[in-house]
């Protein structure tokens, strides 16, 4: 059990796949999941993943694919010998990896922060290019200055990277392309300068020697990334075994910047921990939860297109009040309130580096 307390919105799930319409004849929304979060022109806003594949026909897995001009459909007999398809998000087939869905981002607002619409006259943001051929991903959107920095997984053929896009308005964006290479994803950027430099949070993905860890970049213009640090690793034989992962920008605090992330386990269950930076350096990590402060305990979170995950990389902050966005059973997106100094109450400062 958590000791910390979160206060799952009644509301919840906040949107499910069938609120919002697909993006194109042809695909249905699959899942609605893992939005970014901001406010901007007094709304709070989510851009939220929307995954989406062709109406599943019996026998056949099909799944999108983006090309130059449009997409390609992909249809594979379910009985076909080279087909690997153990996971509901991905599939192997004669050696190659792909998605079972494809993503795009879309924006939704509300004056309550509970019920939210598609406004008119706002972009879907797509995958735009090779790289970013299977869909984007998971954006962490934090305003540095008076622009929104857009970070979120590029996901192709070639790999699975952090992408960039920026821009003042939410019409007009501007693309950085790929910021961190493959493989590499969960990029949060701290949302001011330390001592003159901008700080990001990212997960390189580790196959052989090493693993699935939190590191820290600098940059001296938010934008090219050096001098990375590792700064959490999974923990054997807890929540947090198999791979860990920042969520939205760090919180700053009395007593350090604050960051929530994700964990999973050998078997996939995503919970959410907290740990805590040096506010001067944040490459020295205070503290740390030993025990999830959020884990899959609601229905909606327990069953959907994959089951037992809630995944957060957005979230609104408004003094001791923390509201995260997440995604649940990566198949909807719900709303949980956390007191910021139960979870800081909640950290064990003996793993101090
Ligand atoms: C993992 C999961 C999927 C995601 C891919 C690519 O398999 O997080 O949901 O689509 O990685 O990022």
């Known amino acids: 059990m958590t000791a910390v307390i979160a206060k799952r919105f009644v509301q919840n799930p906040l949107l499910s796949p069938k609120d919002l319409k697909p993006s194109r004849a042809g695909l249905e929304i699959a899942c609605l999941l893992n939005p970014g979060v901001f406010t901007f022109q007094n709304k709070t806003w989510l851009l939220i993943r929307v995954a989406e594949r062709p109406q599943q026909k019996p026998g056949i897995i099909s799944f999108p694919v983006l090309k130059a001009g449009g997409i390609e459909i992909i249809e594979i007999q379910e009985n076909d010998p080279d087909l690997i398809a153990t996971d509901p998000r991905v599939i192997n087939y004669k050696g190659a990896d792909y998605l079972t869905t494809l993503s795009h981002l879309r924006l939704v607002c509300s004056d309550d922060g509970i019920h939210f619409y598609q406004p008119e006259g706002y972009p879907l943001l797509q995958g735009e290019g090779e790289d970013e051929a299977f869909g984007i991903e998971d954006c962490r959107v934090v305003l540095i200055e008076d622009t929104y920095h857009l970070t979120f997984t590029a996901v192709s053929g070639h790999g699975v990277g952090v992408g960039m896009r920026t821009t003042k308005d939410w019409q007009t964006f501007?693309?950085?392309?790929?910021?961190?290479?493959?493989?590499?994803?969960?990029c949060a950027i701290f949302e001011e300068r330390i001592n003159g430099k901008y700080y990001a949070l990212h997960r390189p993905s580790s196959v052989d020697l090493g693993g699935n860890y939190i590191w820290l970049a600098e940059s001296p213009d938010g934008i090219h990334w050096g001098n990375h640090k590792?700064?959490?690793?999974?923990?054997?034989?807890?929540?947090d075994s198999k791979r860990v992962g920042a969520g939205a920008a760090p919180i700053k605090t009395a007593e350090g910047w604050l960051e929530i992330y994700h964990g999973a386990n050998a078997n996939h269950q995503y919970c959410l921990g907290a740990f805590l930076m040096?506010?001067?350096?944040?490459?020295?990590?205070?503290a740390q939860t030993d025990e999830p402060i959020m884990q899959p305990e609601a229905d909606y979170e327990l069953s959907g297109f994959f089951g037992h995950v809630v995944f957060t990389n957005g979230h609104l902050?408004?003094?001791?009040?923390?509201?995260?966005?997440?995604?649940?059973?990566?198949?909807?997106v719900c709303a949980a309130k956390f007191s910021i100094q139960d979870i800081l109450a909640h950290l064990k400062y003996n793993h101090a580096t």
């Open 174 to 186: 501007e693309k950085q392309g790929m910021i961190i290479p493959p493989h590499n994803k969960d």
């Open 230 to 239: 590792c700064l959490i690793k999974t923990r054997k034989n807890n929540w």
């Open 278 to 286: 040096d506010l001067n350096d944040p490459s020295k990590v205070i």
């Open 317 to 332: 902050v408004n003094n001791d009040e923390l509201t995260i966005y997440y995604g649940a059973a990566d198949e909807f």
